[in-house]
C-alpha cells in the first residue's frame, strides 16, 4: 500500500501561483510514476502532469507553459507549482501513484484531494 497526503491548495488570484506538494509513504518500491489530476464540479477527472522515477514528465495541453511537475526522491515528494492560474483552473488537485507501462499511466494510489479556488 502507498499513502499520499497532499497540501498547498488555497485561494488565490487569477494571475497567481500555488506549490501543490503530495507525500508518498508505505511501498513505495512498487510505483515508478506519480501525477497530478484536478476534478472540476461536473467535469470528469482529468490528468493534468506526470512525472516518472526517472524524471520523464508529461503535461495535459491547457496546462503547459503554466505548470511544472518535480520530484524529490529523497524526500517521496512530488510538487506541482502551479502559475499563471486562471479561473478555470478552479478544481480539486489529487495526487496519484501508480506505474507506466508503455505509454499508460495506471494509478492504483490516490490522495484526499487539496481544493484549488481562482477568483477572477
Known sequence: QVQLVE??????????SLRLSCAASGSIFSINAMGW??????NEREL?????SGGS???ADSVKGRFTISNDNAKNTVYLQVNSLKPEDTAVYYCAA???TGEVYVYE???Q???VTVSS
Do not use: K, N
Open 98 to 100: 501508480g506505474w507506466l
Open 7 to 16: 497540501c498547498g491548495g488555497g485561494l488565490v488570484q487569477a494571475g497567481g
Open 109 to 111: 494510489y490516490w490522495g
Open 48 to 52: 493534468v502532469a506526470a512525472i516518472t
Open 37 to 42: 489530476y484536478r476534478q472540476a464540479p461536473g
Open 113 to 115: 484531494g487539496t481544493q
Open 57 to 59: 514528465t508529461d503535461y
